[in-house]
């Protein structure tokens, strides 16, 4: 077998052949050369304590997809993913994320802009929309409430349109803030969100018997408050319903029964189908004597409804391509290759709190503290990041451990997992827990 500074060589040479000879020649050529793509083999490291993981992963193509950078350089994308827009990563460098932020963006000729807020009650699934939206996940998911501490940016650029996605925290009242001790962003950002808002998309979680037959007096409030910006409902976890007919009801209870200014119609809305939008006619405006009526459970005010599962990347494209659509003339905010205005530091530190809230029981996720001890490029490119896990109770301690280091090593795979997609770059993650003093 040939040495690595050989096998870097033979690649090095290989790349300049196939720059030569083009990509259509690149595939054929690359074909008789399996071994030397083989060897570009990558290994993501995942340390917790004395706990050790480091999965030897696939090539470029099983970790990214076909449509890596990897392979639109070697010309070895699958032909459907030319019609695929190219997703972009966030730099691992703090500084290189903020120059890009601030970066004079790349605009075409007729550019196009859309600033859409994301509402609805906790948990309803707004981030794994967000993230499905932008077809990588940068905004943390967990099944416990109030993931997402504050407002985040997310961007969709596509040909002229951009689309910048406001992922808010969940609607609450000022009553849950105060009696849970929750951050105050919490209760403010959805609000502020709303003042530069082109568009509104409410989530509502169908698959909450308990919650799905009304929106949340906050929500109403908002749309109440901004009832001049449009708003669409987004029915989510439609595929969690047993019987499809309850959609009937609880689309007729959500909008009051009126979709863009006319009466719905049920035999319409019973054959649409999931990632379907309903449209109606051109929109009235909103009738405002009646928008701060107490007994309101819906707003009669939307302009489309769309069921869906954000699960489902059929479904969700169907609303990507209805929101691009709705982008209106005018400058871009951001560069072509921003994908989120979080640092990555930021990022890690949201991903590594995900994993807290899917893994450890009641509250103890909620009171674990995190500092970032080291953040550096190692010798070979790889980012290596040490963070410490505060805790206020020696039982916390032992619970975030787990029996002999397994579960903080499992978190730690995973957060390293997600991190490694996000970056596309090799990471080396080592969490440890302390006793808060």
Not at 264 to 278: D, E, P, V
Request: glycine share 6%; with cysteine.
């Amino acid at each position: 077998m040939a040495a690595p500074g050989q096998r870097g060589s033979a690649l090095l040479r290989a790349l300049f052949g196939f720059w030569q000879l083009g990509p259509v020649a690149a595939r054929e050529w690359a074909t008789q050369f399996p071994s030397l793509l083989r060897c570009q083999r990558r290994c993501v490291s995942c340390v917790a304590g004395a706990a050790f993981s480091g999965p030897l992963l696939a090539s470029a193509s099983g970790r990214y997809g076909q449509n890596s950078a990897l392979d639109r350089f070697l010309g070895l994308s699958q032909p459907d993913s030319l019609l695929t827009p190219r997703v972009p990563a966030v730099s691992m460098r703090r500084e290189e994320q903020e120059l890009l932020l601030v970066h004079p963006p790349d605009m075409p000729e007729n550019p196009r802009v859309l600033r859409v807020v994301l509402l609805g009650a906790p948990n309803a699934g707004k981030s794994t929309l967000s993230n499905q939206l932008l077809g990588r996940k940068v905004f943390p998911v967990s099944q416990k409430v109030h993931t997402t501490r504050c407002q985040a940016l997310g961007v969709i650029t596509e040909e002229e349109a951009q689309v910048i996605l406001l992922d808010t925290p969940g609607l609450i009242s000022p009553v849950k803030q105060k009696r849970h001790h929750l951050e105050l962003s919490l209760l403010e950002d959805p609000w502020k969100s709303m003042e530069s808002a082109d568009l509104v998309v409410v989530l509502v979680d169908v698959s909450d018997k308990w919650t799905r037959n009304q929106l949340s007096p906050q929500v109403l409030q908002c749309l109440t408050q901004f009832s001049q910006v449009p708003s669409i409902l987004v029915m989510n976890k439609v595929d969690c319903l047993k019987q499809k007919s309850v959609l009937l009801e609880l689309t007729a209870a959500l909008t009051e029964g009126v979709v863009n200014g006319k009466k719905l119609k049920i035999r319409q809305a019973f054959r649409s189908q999931a990632g379907i939008h309903c449209p109606g006619p051109a929109a009235k405006g909103p009738n405002t004597q009646s928008v701060g009526s107490p007994q309101r459970t819906g707003w009669p005010h939307f302009q489309e409804i769309f069921m869906l599962s954000a699960l489902n990347q059929e479904d969700v494209k169907t609303l990507k391509q209805y929101l691009l659509a709705q982008a209106r003339p005018g400058p871009w905010e951001f560069h072509s290759e921003v994908l989120t205005s979080q640092t990555p530091e930021e990022i890690c530190a949201n991903i590594i709190r995900e994993k807290l809230l899917e893994h450890l029981p009641q509250e103890v996720p909620y009171n674990v503290q995190q500092k970032t001890v080291v953040w550096e490029e190692g010798p070979n490119g790889q980012l290596v990041i040490v963070q410490k896990l505060l805790v206020p109770k020696e039982s916390h301690v032992r619970i975030l451990i787990g029996p002999k280091g397994h579960l903080i090593s499992q978190i730690a795979d995973e957060v390293g997992r997600d991190l490694m997609n996000i970056f596309l770059c090799e990471v080396q993650l080592r969490l440890s827990v302390k006793l808060l003093s």
